[in-house]
């Protein structure tokens, strides 16, 4: 069986949490505090606020920008449904914005349509936008910021996918263009936790509240007290915040992750890389990168040619059926029932979404995944696809 991505644990990376359980904290310790400052000095940010999720962290970042109930909050139709669902947990209405064909990121120009739109029929206009950093790609930050100063609303980025991705000359993570920026250490992202996340900011407001909405609201520092500080036991909580901490042992292997994010990032962009040559006859249309970037290759995703779905459908249960773990990210996320009860999203808005979701498919690509597991992979695709054409 070839899984769709997997982690990569090292003796190394045993050693840290193995030293981790034998120490004195096993949360709250020194490593949660060495794990945050180690990843926000390599993407370039000020302050990491590491969270037991990157879900909590986007819950967060939405928090912390005051996002609440009245407001609205634009993500990319094709993300993981925790962009947008951070939102709502604040009572925050949520809509969509189309993809870009090439990239299968939030589309600048879709963007502007609706902000446009939204503007001249006076409705609401978004108090945040969430790009989604689509299979570790960049959306075009530059594009979005400028509109963001035009119109008006805070950004959050989700680069769930895309630590050790950059853009022009800076990380993802750097927040040069934006206002929050969002990593997941689930275990197929580029580095893991188990389970964690990690909000990045350069602002030491933003930072403050994520970290009081990260622990129940509570405050233990006496310059912040609101009422009498009666003595050291004492703590305030002064907001209505949560238990989304991160543990010392999860940071333990994080840190030791975060020393190969390069290696990793390299070995995905040589598999990339491989699969360009190995599928360059089948027709399948492979995933560019735009000059400028460096993907992160989180994902290798590919699209059939047939718009009806049934070409995509037939070589998934191909793979599958060889236990090649292809799989399909995302589907839009205005097709769940839930989002689809809220009775606000229709299809027809979101045209290059529809077609790239009928389309795509998720190759294997990890660290560690060997030449003759990319070769199978090849192979099964050019037989069924091979096959495809006789009917
Ligand atoms: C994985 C993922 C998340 C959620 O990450 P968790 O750490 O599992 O909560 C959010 N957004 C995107 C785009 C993701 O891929």
Redesign the pocket.
Known sequence: MIPYGRQNISAEDLLAVENALRSEFLTQGPRVAEFETALAAYVGAKFGIAAN???SA?HLACLALGVGKGDLVWTSAI??V??ANAARYCGAEVDFVDIEPETFNIDPHALRRKLDHARQTGMTLPKVVIP?HMAGLSANMAEIRELSDEFGFRIIE?A??ALGASYLDFRVGSCRFSDITVF???PV?MITTG?G?MCLTNSDHLSARIQSFRSHGITRDPSEMVNHYDGGWYYEQQNLGYNYRITDLQCALGLSQLKRIDDFVRERNDIAKKYESLLSDTGLALPEVPKGTLSSFHLYIVRTDDPSGLGRKRLFESLRAQGILVNVHYIPIYRHPYYQRLGLYRAEDFPIAEDYYWRCLSLPIFPGITDEQLGDVAAAISNRLGHQTIF
């Open positions: 999720s990157a879900t986007l993300s993981f925790a962009s989604v989700d769930s996918h997941s250490f689930h992202k389970e996340g």
